[in-house]
C-alpha cells in the first residue's frame, strides 16, 4: 500500500503563502488570540494555524514542536489541509466528526491515529480551537497536537491484563475448588524411614498405576520417574532437602504422561518430624498448572510489551512479589521479592506509599493512583500509575494486592506543561513590565515621555550620556532651545504633528555645543507621546563620508574607462582621419586630372570618416562628464545601439562582438550614462578575460519574474528588464566568483584596473532598484545579468530626423566675422558663409578680430572659437565686441561644452554656443536663425 | 547475576538453596523451642555478589540503619555469618521472642541480649546444619550484635577483598508477627570454592542415592 505520506507530498504547495503572507497572518491571529497563542507558538506544544477563509482550509504555519512531532517541515505543510497526517488506518468517523465541527465553527477534541512525514503512525490527542474575529466568526483554527501513542498502548495491554488476570483469577479458584472440594490435586504421603510413597486415586491417575498400587506405595524411585528429566535433578535436590530436615516444599515441574503429554504441575508440601526431631513423613500434593503457565506466559509478553511491572501483596507479609520490570521501573536491581519498606521508601514525599499495609480494603475494590517515585539507581524522578485490585487469597486466606505499575512520566511532564502555561503567561506579563522599567534605566537610547504640546515630562538617563545635559534640565520644556536651525524639519514640530506613530530625524545640541543626529520613534498614546531615540551621528557622518567616497569612486571609475578607452580611440582616431587625409589628397589628384566626376566617392568617404570621428569624441565627451544619478526613462537597446561602436573599438579585432537584443524592449528608469558606464565596464572585463580572442555577447530580454524567481534574486516580484554581457573567457573560481562584487577587489594586476568596476555597477543596480548577478566558471566564460525594473512611463522621446530644408541664404549685406586660431576651419567657415552669401571677415586671434571691428563699419555676427590663444578667448572677445558694438550678435563654437568658459548668464544675451564638429548646413541655419532673431 | 552464575551452575544453585532451607529449617525448629510457639522461617532467594553489591543492595533496600549479628565461622569453608535486620525489625523480634508481656523499657533493656540469642540460634542452626549435610565440621565463634550501614557490615576483612558474599533473604513469622531479615555468608574465594566442591558431593549423593533417604 501507498504510504499515505508519500501520496500527499505530492501535493502541490499552495501559491501566495508568502513569508509576508505568514507574518501577517500570525499578526492577525496573535491579535485575536492574544498571549496565549503567542506562549503557545512558543511552547513544546505541537501546533498549527489554518485559514478557513483560504480554499479547504490549509495550514498557515505551524511551530517547531509540530515538526518535532510529525516530521514536517513548515515548507512542507503550508497551504496543505492538515488531513495531510491522516493514513489508512485513520478512522474516518472521527475525521467525519471533526469535519463536522469545523463545518459548525466548534471547538472540538479527538483521539486519532496519526501518520508522520516517515509513514510511522501515532496516536494524536487533537484539540481544534476557532480563533474568533470581531464578528464571532472563526477567521482562523488552531489546533495543537499531542502524541498519546504510549498512554494508548498501555490501556490496551492493560485491558488484556485485566482479562488475562480475571482468567487467572478463575483458573486459580478452580485449582483452590478442586483442591479443597473434589480433591483434584494429586496428593502423596511420603514414609520417609520405609523409602514409600503413598498416592491417592489421583496420584494413582497421574502416574498410570492403579488406585491400589499407588495405595500400597510406590519407591521413590518410581516418584521421579515421571518428572520430565530437565526437572528432575532440581527436584530431587528439593526432595533430598525434604528427607533432610528442610520443612516447606514447593517446587513447580513438568511431569510426562504416560500417553507423552506433558504438563506443568505445581507441588507443595511439608514435613513432619518424629518424636525425636528427624524427619519422618513428607507429605505433599500437586496439581496442574498448565494453563496456568500458558496465561502466565502471555501475561509476561504482555507485560514486557507494555512496560508494565507487576506485583502482588498479601496482607501480612514484609515483602512484595514483584516482575522484572517492576524493578525496572524503580530503578532497582532485579528481584522476584522486594521489602514493602523498599518499595514504599522510593515513594517522593507527600504521595501515598505504593503498598499501605495498614489500610485495608475490601475484596474486588480496584485501586488507582499516580505517585512519583525517585530511582535510587540514577536518582531521576519519574511518575508512575498504579492500578491494583483487592483479592482475597486462596491460601491464606488473607487479602492480597495485586496490581499493575506503569510509567506516565511523559505524559505528566505534558501535563504540567499546559497546566503551567497560563502561571507562565501571567509572571511573562509581570517580567515584561519589570524588563520595562529596567529598560528606561539601563538603555543606551535616549527615552522620552513628553505630552502633546511637545513638553518634556520624563527623559532617562541615557538622554545625559547622549546630550550631557542632566535629565533635570531637559524636562519640563520642549526641545526647541537645542534644535539645530537648519533642520528641514523641528523635532518639536515633528513631535506635536499628530497622528499614531511618527518617525523623523533631528539635531540636538549637546552640552558641549556639537550637534547630534538622533532618528526618533513617537507613538500617542493616552495623550501623551512615548519616544524612543536613537543616535544616529555616527552613521549619518559615515553615509555622508561614504557617498563622497563613492562619488569620488565613480568619478575614477569613469577616468579608468576613459582611460582604458583612450588607447583604442587613438587608433581609431588616427584611422579616421587617415580616411579623411586620404581622400583630400585623391580629391586633389583628381581635380589635378580634371576628373571632377570622381570626386564624390571620395567626398563620401571623407564626411563619413569624419562623422564617425566626431560621434566617438561626443561619446567620449558625454562619458567623461561628472554626472550624479539622473534617472530618466531608458531604451536600453537603443542606448546599447549607440554605444555598440565604441564597444567594438575597445574590444579590439580578436573579439567577436554579438548582440541579441530583444524586440520591444521594456523601458527602464534609470541613469542612462551609469548603465552606459556599467556596460562599458562589463565589456572591458570581458576583454580582459579572453586574453586569447572570444566572444563577446550582450543581450536584452524582457523578464517577468513570478514570486520564487523574484525572492531567489532578492527582489520583489515584477516585470524587469534584464541586459547581460557573456564572454568565452577564462571564468571565475567560485572563491573568486563570490567576491567580485567588494569594493577593490580585482584579479588584475596592480595599476590595470581599480577593482572597483563590478562594485560599481553593484551599486548602481541597486540603487535603480535591480539586482546584479553573476554566473561564471573556470574555462567556461562569465556572465553578468542586471535586472532594472520595468518603467510604465513614456519613451524618452525619439529624436525626429530633421525635414530636410531648404538652404537658407544670406540677405544682402549681412556681414558676418569669423574668429578662429585653427585656418582651416576658419577657411572652411568663412567660405561655406560666402557660398551662402553673406560678407565675411576673417581674424585670426582675438586681438585682430576687436581691430577689425574697430575699422569695419557693418558687422551683423561674430563667429568665434572659444579657445584661442592670444590672451583673449572667445568669450572675452565676444564681451569685448559687445563693448564695442552693443547688441552684436555672437555665435560661439566650440569643441569642448565648456559652460564655466562660456558662461551660462551670457547665453541670454544674444551670444549662442555651438559645439565642434558640426555640419556647415547646421551653422548656416543657426547664423540665418540668429540675424533673423531680436539684436542682442 | 553473573557473578552467582560464574560461582555455582544452576543445579549448585538449587543444591545451595536446599542446603539453606535444610539450615534455616533447623534453626526454625531451634527459634520455636526457644520461644514456645510458632515459628515459620523460609528463603525466597540466594543471591552470589560481591562485598559492594551486598551492601549496595542492603542499602536501596533497608536504608543505613541495620542492626546485624555476626558469627565467625571456620573449618573446611569459613568466614562470617551476618543475620541483619532493619533497625525496626530486629525491636519486633525481640518483642516477638521475649512476649508482648513485658514493659517497653524492659524489652528495650533485652535487645542487645535476645538479638545475640536468636541470632545464635539462627546462625547456628543453619550454620551447622550445613556442615553436617556437607559432612564437614565447622567451628562457630560467639555471637556479636553489630550496628551500622551496608558498608561498614560488609567491610572485607584486610586480606580478603576478593571475597563474595552469599546472600540469602529470608522471612520470618514468629507468633504471628511477620519480619523480614537478611542472612549473609561472607566468604573468601577458597572457601567458596571448598564451598562449591562440598555441594557438589552433596548433589552426588543425592543423586545416587536410589533409596532417597539419610
Known amino acids: 500500500m501507498t504510504r499515505s505520506a508519500h501520496r500527499l507530498r505530492a501535493h502541490p504547495v499552495a501559491d501566495g503563502l508568502d513569508d509576508q503572507a505568514i507574518a501577517a497572518a500570525w499578526a492577525e491571529a496573535e491579535a485575536l488570540g492574544g498571549?496565549?497563542?503567542?506562549?503557545?507558538?512558543?511552547?513544546?506544544?505541537?501546533?498549527?494555524?489554518?485559514?478557513?477563509r483560504l480554499p479547504d482550509n490549509p495550514i498557515i504555519d505551524i511551530n517547531a514542536a509540530?515538526?518535532?512531532?510529525?516530521?514536517?517541515?513548515?515548507?512542507?505543510?503550508?497551504?496543505?489541509?492538515?488531513?495531510?497526517?491522516?493514513?489508512?488506518?485513520?478512522?474516518?468517523?472521527?475525521?467525519?466528526?471533526?469535519?463536522?465541527?469545523?463545518?459548525?465553527?466548534?471547538?472540538?477534541r479527538a483521539e486519532l491515529l496519526n501518520y508522520r512525514?516517515?509513514?510511522?503512525?501515532?496516536?494524536?490527542?487533537?484539540?481544534?480551537?476557532?480563533?474568533?474575529?470581531?464578528?464571532?466568526?472563526?477567521?482562523?483554527?488552531?489546533?495543537t497536537q499531542t502524541d498519546i501513542s504510549g498512554a494508548r498502548r498501555i490501556g490496551s495491554v492493560e485491558t488484556t491484563l485485566r482479562t488475562q488476570a480475571r482468567e487467572l483469577d478463575v483458573v486459580r479458584e478452580r485449582l483452590r475448588l478442586a483442591l479443597s472440594v473434589a480433591g483434584a490435586a494429586a496428593a502423596w504421603e511420603w514414609r520417609i524411614p520405609e523409602r514409600l510413597v503413598v498416592g491417592d486415586e489421583r496420584f494413582a491417575a497421574l502416574y498410570g498405576i492403579t488406585e491400589a498400587a499407588a495405595a500400597a506405595g510406590i519407591s521413590p524411585a518410581a516418584f521421579f520417574a515421571i518428572i520430565h528429566p530437565d526437572d528432575r535433578a532440581r527436584i530431587r535436590l528439593a526432595v533430598g532437602g525434604m528427607l533432610r530436615g528442610a520443612e516447606v516444599f514447593s517446587k513447580s515441574y513438568r511431569v510426562v504422561l504416560a500417553d507423552g503429554e506433558c504438563r506443568w504441575v505445581q507441588a507443595r508440601g511439608r514435613s513432619v518430624n518424629d518424636a525425636a526431631g528427624q524427619p519422618d513423613r513428607f507429605l505433599g500434593a500437586l496439581v496442574d498448572i498448565t494453563e496456568h503457565k500458558r496465561i502466565e506466559e502471555q501475561l509476561r509478553i504482555a507485560q514486557t510489551a507494555g512496560g508494565i511491572g507487576t506485583f502482588e501483596f498479601t496482607y501480612g507479609f514484609a515483602t512484595v512479589a514483584v516482575s522484572r520490570h517492576f524493578c525496572d521501573l524503580l530503578g532497582l536491581h532485579p528481584a522476584a521479592e522486594l521489602p514493602v519498606a523498599t518499595i514504599n521508601g522510593l515513594v517522593c514525599p507527600a504521595h501515598r506509599p505504593v503498598v499501605d499495609p495498614v489500610t485495608r480494603a475490601a475484596a474486588g475494590d480496584v485501586t488507582q493512583r499516580e505517585f512519583e517515585i525517585e530511582r535510587p539507581d540514577n536518582g531521576e524522578r519519574r511518575w508512575l500509575t498504579l492500578r491494583g485490585e483487592y483479592l482475597r487469597d486462596t491460601e491464606s486466606a488473607d487479602l492480597r494486592l495485586s496490581g499493575v505499575i506503569y510509567d506516565i512520566t511523559e505524559a505528566k511532564r505534558r501535563e504540567a506543561q499546559l497546566r503551567t502555561l497560563n502561571g507562565t503567561l501571567e509572571s511573562e506579563v509581570e517580567a515584561r513590565t519589570r524588563e520595562r522599567d529596567r529598560l528606561w534605566r539601563l538603555s543606551g537610547d535616549p527615552f522620552l515621555v513628553a505630552d502633546q504640546a511637545g513638553r518634556w515630562l520624563a527623559a532617562n538617563p541615557a538622554w545625559t550620556e547622549v546630550l550631557g545635559w542632566p535629565a533635570a534640565s531637559l524636562v519640563g520644556r520642549t526641545s526647541e532651545w537645542l534644535?539645530?536651525?537648519?533642520?528641514?524639519?523641528?523635532?518639536?514640530?515633528?513631535?506635536?504633528?499628530?497622528?499614531g506613530e511618527s518617525r523623523f530625524e533631528g539635531r540636538l545640541r549637546t552640552a558641549a555645543g556639537d550637534w547630534r543626529w538622533l532618528s526618533w520613534t513617537a507613538v500617542a498614546e493616552g495623550g501623551l507621546l512615548y519616544c524612543v531615540a536613537r543616535d544616529i551621528t555616527a552613521e549619518?557622518?559615515?553615509?555622508?563620508?561614504l557617498a563622497e567616497a563613492e562619488a569620488r569612486l565613480r568619478q575614477s571609475q569613469k577616468m579608468e574607462a576613459v582611460g582604458q578607452l583612450t588607447g583604442g580611440l587613438a587608433h581609431d582616431f588616427n584611422n579616421l582621419l587617415t580616411g579623411v587625409t586620404a581622400s583630400l589628397e585623391m580629391m586633389r589628384t583628381r581635380i589635378a586630372q580634371g576628373r571632377y566626376d570622381a570626386l564624390e566617392r571620395y567626398i563620401v568617404a571623407a564626411k563619413d570618416a569624419a562623422s564617425r570621428a566626431a560621434a566617438l569624441t561626443h561619446r567620449l565627451l558625454a562619458f567623461s562628464r561628472r554626472q550624479t544619478l539622473a534617472p530618466k526613462p531608458v531604451e536600453a537597446n537603443r542606448l546599447i545601439g549607440g554605444m555598440e561602436d565604441l564597444v567594438r573599438r575597445t574590444m579590439g579585432p580578436e573579439i567577436e562582438i554579438t548582440t541579441r537584443l530583444a524586440p520591444g524592449l521594456w523601458l527602464t528608469l534609470c541613469d542612462p550614462h551609469q548603465l552606459e558606464n556599467a556596460l562599458l565596464n562589463l565589456c572591458i572585463n570581458a576583454r580582459d578575460a579572453m586574453p586569447g580572442g572570444g566572444r563577446l555577447t550582450i543581450a536584452t530580454d524582457n523578464a517577468d519574474l513570478g514570486g520564487a524567481t523574484a525572492r531567489a534574486s532578492g527582489l520583489p516580484a515584477g516585470e524587469y528588464v534584464e541586459l547581460s554581457v557573456a564572454d568565452t573567457g577564462t571564468g571565475m573560481a567560485p572563491d573568486v566568483a563570490a567576491r567580485a562584487f567588494d569594493p577593490f577587489f580585482t584579479t588584475k594586476s596592480l595599476g590595470q584596473g581599480t577593482g572597483l568596476g563590478l562594485s560599481m555597477i553593484y551599486g548602481f543596480v541597486k540603487q535603480s532598484g535591480g539586482q546584479v548577478g553573476l554566473v561564471s566558471r573556470p574555462g567556461a566564460g562569465t556572465k553578468v545579468t542586471l535586472l532594472l525594473p520595468r518603467h510604465q512611463g513614456s519613451g524618452p522621446g525619439e529624436a525626429a530626423p530633421a525635414p530636410p530644408v531648404r538652404l537658407p541664404r544670406a540677405r544682402p549685406g549681412e556681414t558676418v566675422l569669423v574668429v578662429d586660431d585653427e585656418a582651416t576651419i576658419r577657411m572652411l567657415v568663412a567660405d561655406a558663409l560666402r557660398d551662402r552669401g553673406y560678407a565675411v571677415m576673417e581674424a585670426g586671434d582675438g586681438a585682430a578680430a576687436l581691430e577689425l571691428l574697430r575699422e569695419a563699419a557693418a558687422v551683423d555676427l561674430l563667429v568665434s572659437d572659444v579657445g584661442m590663444p592670444g590672451g583673449l578667448n572667445g568669450r572675452q572677445l565676444a564681451d569685448a565686441a559687445r563693448a564695442l558694438r552693443p547688441g552684436l550678435k555672437v555665435l560661439l563654437i566650440t569643441g569642448y561644452a565648456e559652460q564655466a568658459v562660456v558662461g551660462e548668464a551670457a547665453l541670454a544675451g544674444g551670444i549662442e554656443v555651438m559645439t565642434k564638429p558640426f555640419a556647415l548646413d547646421a551653422l548656416g541655419l543657426r547664423i540665418r536663425g540668429m540675424m533673423d532673431g531680436p539684436p542682442g | 547475576m553473573t557473578l552467582a552464575d560464574r560461582m555455582l551452575s544452576p543445579l549448585e544453585h538449587d543444591a545451595l538453596t536446599e542446603l539453606v532451607n535444610i539450615g534455616?529449617?533447623?534453626?526454625?525448629?531451634?527459634?520455636?523451642?526457644?520461644?514456645?510457639?510458632?515459628?515459620?522461617?523460609?528463603v525466597p532467594s540466594i543471591e552470589?555478589?560481591?562485598?559492594?553489591?551486598?551492601?549496595?543492595?542492603?542499602?536501596?533496600?533497608?536504608?543505613?540503619?541495620?542492626v546485624a549479628v555476626r558469627q565467625d565461622f571456620a573449618g573446611a569453608f569459613g568466614g562470617r555469618a551476618l543475620l541483619i535486620f532493619p533497625h525496626g525489625a530486629s525491636l519486633d523480634l525481640v518483642r516477638a521472642v521475649v512476649g508482648d508481656l513485658l514493659p517497653d523499657a524492659e524489652a528495650r533493656s533485652l535487645e542487645h541480649e535476645a538479638l545475640a540469642e536468636t541470632g545464635n540460634v539462627i546462625l547456628n542452626g543453619c550454620l551447622a546444619s550445613m556442615a553436617n549435610m556437607l559432612e564437614r565440621p565447622v567451628t562457630i565463634s560467639l555471637p556479636q550484635v553489630l550496628h551500622g550501614d551496608g558498608a561498614t557490615l560488609f567491610q572485607p576483612e584486610p586480606g580478603d577483598d576478593d571475597g563474595l558474599v552469599l546472600f540469602l533473604y529470608i522471612n520470618f513469622s514468629v507468633r504471628n508477627r511477620r519480619i523480614r531479615g537478611y542472612i549473609a555468608m561472607l566468604m573468601d574465594l577458597p572457601s567458596l570454592a571448598a564451598l562449591k566442591l562440598l555441594v557438589g558431593d552433596f548433589i552426588n549423593r543425592v543423586m545416587n542415592d536410589d533409596t532417597v533417604g539419610p
Not at chain 1, 483 to 499: C, I, K, M, N, Y
Not at chain 1, 540 to 545: G, M, N, S, V
Open chain 2, 48 to 66: 552470589v555478589v560481591s562485598h559492594k553489591a551486598a551492601a549496595a543492595l542492603i542499602g536501596e533496600r533497608e536504608g543505613s540503619d541495620l
Open chain 1, 540 to 545: 549619518k557622518a559615515q553615509a555622508l563620508a
Open chain 2, 24 to 42: 534455616v529449617s533447623r534453626a526454625a525448629s531451634g527459634l520455636r523451642q526457644m520461644v514456645g510457639g510458632e515459628v515459620l522461617l523460609s
Open chain 1, 66 to 108: 509540530f515538526t518535532e512531532l510529525t516530521g514536517y517541515a513548515a515548507a512542507a505543510v503550508r497551504g496543505r489541509n492538515c488531513r495531510l497526517l491522516q493514513g489508512p488506518e485513520t478512522d474516518r468517523a472521527t475525521v467525519a466528526m471533526l469535519a463536522a465541527a469545523l463545518r459548525e465553527g466548534r471547538a472540538v
Open chain 1, 117 to 143: 512525514a516517515d509513514g510511522s503512525s501515532f496516536w494524536n490527542a487533537l484539540s481544534l480551537t476557532p480563533v474568533l474575529d470581531a464578528l464571532g466568526e472563526p477567521r482562523f483554527y488552531l489546533g
Open chain 1, 483 to 499: 534644535e539645530h536651525p537648519e533642520d528641514a524639519v523641528s523635532t518639536h514640530a515633528a513631535l506635536t504633528r499628530g497622528g
Open chain 1, 35 to 52: 498571549p496565549m497563542l503567542v506562549a503557545l507558538r512558543r511552547s513544546a506544544m505541537a501546533m498549527v494555524l489554518t485559514d478557513p
